[in-house]
C-alpha cells in the first residue's frame, strides 16, 4: 500500500514557476515508477510526465516538454514536478501517482493522491 499526498499548488501569473511534491509513505516506493497527471473540470485526466523506479528514464507530454521537470529522491520517497514558464492551459489539478509499470496510462497506477490545484493567470 502506497499512500501520496501532494502539496505545492497555488495561483501564479503567466510566466511563472512553481515547484509540485508528492510525499510518499508504505513500502517499496522505491520500486514503483512515479507520474503526474492534471484534469481541468469537465475533460479527461491528461498524463504529464512519469519518472522509472530508479530515475533513469523521463517521459513528458509534448506541451510541457522544455517547461517541466519531474525528478524524485528514494530516500525521502518524494516526488516532485518543476513547473517554469507557466501558461494559463496548465490551470488544472495536479495529482501524482504510482504504478510498478513504467508509462503514461492511468489506468495502470495502482495508487493514487488526492490532488493540487494550479492556476495560472493571464
Known amino acids: 500500500q502506497v499512500q501520496l499526498v501532494e502539496s505545492g499548488g497555488g495561483l501564479v501569473q503567466a510566466g511563472g514557476s512553481l515547484r509540485l511534491s508528492c510525499a510518499a509513505s508504505g513500502r517499496s516506493f522505491s520500486s514503483y515508477a512515479m507520474s503526474w497527471f492534471r484534469q481541468v473540470p469537465g475533460k479527461e485526466r491528461d498524463f504529464v510526465a512519469a519518472?522509472?523506479?530508479?530515475?533513469?528514464?523521463?517521459i513528458y507530454v509534448d506541451s510541457v516538454k522544455g517547461r517541466f521537470t519531474i525528478s524524485r529522491d528514494n530516500t525521502k520517497n518524494m516526488v516532485y514536478l518543476q513547473m517554469n514558464n507557466l501558461l494559463p492551459e496548465d490551470t488544472a489539478v495536479y495529482y501524482c501517482a504510482a504504478s510498478l509499470r513504467y508509462g503514461s496510462r492511468w489506468e495502470d497506477h495502482d495508487y493514487r493522491g488526492q490532488g493540487t490545484q494550479v492556476t495560472v493567470s493571464s
Open positions: 519518472i522509472s523506479w530508479n530515475e533513469h528514464n523521463t
